[in-house]
């Protein structure tokens, strides 16, 4: 997806699918099947900030669209509305997948091996078969591996350590996997790799509780686990690839409100405000924080004692499209709070940025800045 939206069932789309789909005369929601009570189609700005956290955590660059959406996409079906069924080679993959689940099922009696070395070349074979195959991941989870990972965790041999919290973290890509590892409390044994592991293993932990948090129940276990902290010290403490992968892991935390002030109580704000150096290179990670955390008077106070505005009105004026949004959104939260927060915001000269993105940002931008100049200064002319 590049540009998801929300239909009237609650489901996500690509914008450009599901128009087609409604342009088709097709009332129903493709996934429920249940009719829509109207056609409009609403942004989705967390998956869209979900999907770039995640491209950017890959390494992954966003195709660039080539059709025209004049184009259609695809015919309509005549019959059912079901995608037809392609036959392919069952037997041989069948065969394919009998070797690999022989190959995994030895493996995985060796994760219980009382030889260090054993354990040691048994999580790095598994380590490597999760990184690429879908197949082998769902293989490697219905063999038992997950909870024997999980449990070397704890190991006292750090390669062994950051073997499985790496596995874990490959595993984690397939959805039912983020389910099974966190109902095999993976989780306090994840914040322990945070604690004590390898930079490689602590990176690794940041990123698989982001993976593990993309499931809504999963943001309030990992929340009320004692996550933060470690989250925060990474991101303070660690390496340049940790504090992205600490940032990442907070920006989705922090979606679930509950969160919101362990992140603050953990000592977030000040990190992120400093993150926000274009040197680090994580100003839209740091902002898009920020502008949760924003949210609740705890952030808010936090982000004016560490000095976080004079930044976010920069981010306004220089940032990222994506940095620009969230700064905006981030200040009108501040400005719709709180009077002094709002004359400082002014007195950062934040007017003529504003201005300006008022007229070239991103739709959500354009919406924030709206209010901030009807709702925010209208209010404060009223004040004065």
């Given at each position: 997806m590049t540009d998801p939206v929300i239909v009237a069932s609650g489901q996500t789309y690509e914008r450009a699918f599901i128009k087609n789909w409604i342009e088709l005369g097709l009332?129903?929601?493709?996934?429920?099947?249940?009719?829509?009570?109207?056609?409009?189609?609403?942004?989705?700005y967390t998956v869209k900030a979900l999907i770039a956290n995640w491209c950017e955590l890959n390494n992954v660059k966003l195709p660039v669209p080539t059709r025209s959406r004049s184009q259609p996409f695809w015919r309509r079906p005549s019959d059912r509305l079901l995608p037809r069924i392609v036959s392919s080679p069952t037997?041989?993959?069948?065969?394919?997948?009998?070797?690999?689940?022989t190959q995994v099922k030895k493996l995985v009696e060796d994760l219980n091996s009382d030889s260090i070395d054993t354990q040691r070349e048994a999580t790095g074979q598994l380590r490597l078969l999760a990184k690429h195959n879908m197949d082998n991941r769902i293989v490697i989870s219905n063999c038992g591996a997950i909870t024997l990972l999980v449990n070397l965790l704890r190991s006292t041999d750090l390669k062994i350590q950051e073997n499985a919290v790496t596995a874990l973290l490959n595993l984690s890509i397939n959805d039912n996997n983020k389910t099974a590892i966190a109902n095999a409390e993976a989780i306090e044994p994840l914040i322990y790799v945070l604690e004590t592991g390898s930079h490689e293993a602590k990176e690794n932990s940041?990123?698989?509780?982001?993976?593990?948090?993309?499931?809504?129940?999963?943001?309030?276990?990992?929340?009320?686990?004692?996550?933060?902290?470690?989250?925060?010290?990474l991101l303070g403490n660690g390496t340049p690839r940790g504090k992205k992968d600490a940032a990442?892991?907070?920006?989705?935390?922090?979606?679930?409100?509950?969160?919101?002030?362990r992140i603050v109580a953990a000592g977030a704000v000040k990190h992120l405000v400093e993150l926000m150096d274009p040197a680090a290179g994580m100003v839209d990670?740091?902002?898009?924080?920020?502008?949760?955390?924003?949210?609740?008077?705890?952030?808010?106070?936090?982000?004016?004692?560490?000095?976080?505005?004079?930044?976010?009105?920069?981010?306004?004026?220089?940032?990222?499209a994506r940095g620009k949004e969230n700064a905006a959104a981030a200040l009108l939260q501040l400005c719709t709070n709180s009077n002094?927060?709002?004359?400082?915001?002014?007195?950062e000269g934040a007017v003529p940025p504003l201005v300006a993105l008022s007229q070239n940002g991103t739709p959500r931008a354009k919406e924030k800045v709206h209010i901030f100049f009807w709702g925010v200064l209208?209010?404060?002319?009223?004040i004065s």
């Open positions: 009332t129903v929601c493709p996934k429920t099947r249940h009719t829509l009570a109207h056609t409009n189609l609403i942004p989705n037997t041989e993959t069948r065969a394919d997948l009998s070797g690999l689940e940041a990123a698989t509780l982001f993976s593990l948090s993309v499931i809504e129940e999963n943001k309030v276990r990992i929340g009320r686990s004692g996550a933060i902290g470690p989250l925060v010290d990442t892991a907070l920006f989705n935390l922090s979606i679930f409100h509950e969160n919101k002030a990670k740091a902002v898009a924080v920020l502008a949760n955390l924003a949210t609740i008077p705890e952030g808010r106070n936090a982000i004016g004692q560490q000095g976080g505005i004079p930044v976010l009105v920069e981010v306004v004026e220089l940032g990222s002094r927060f709002c004359n400082n915001v002014l007195q209208g209010l404060k002319a009223k």
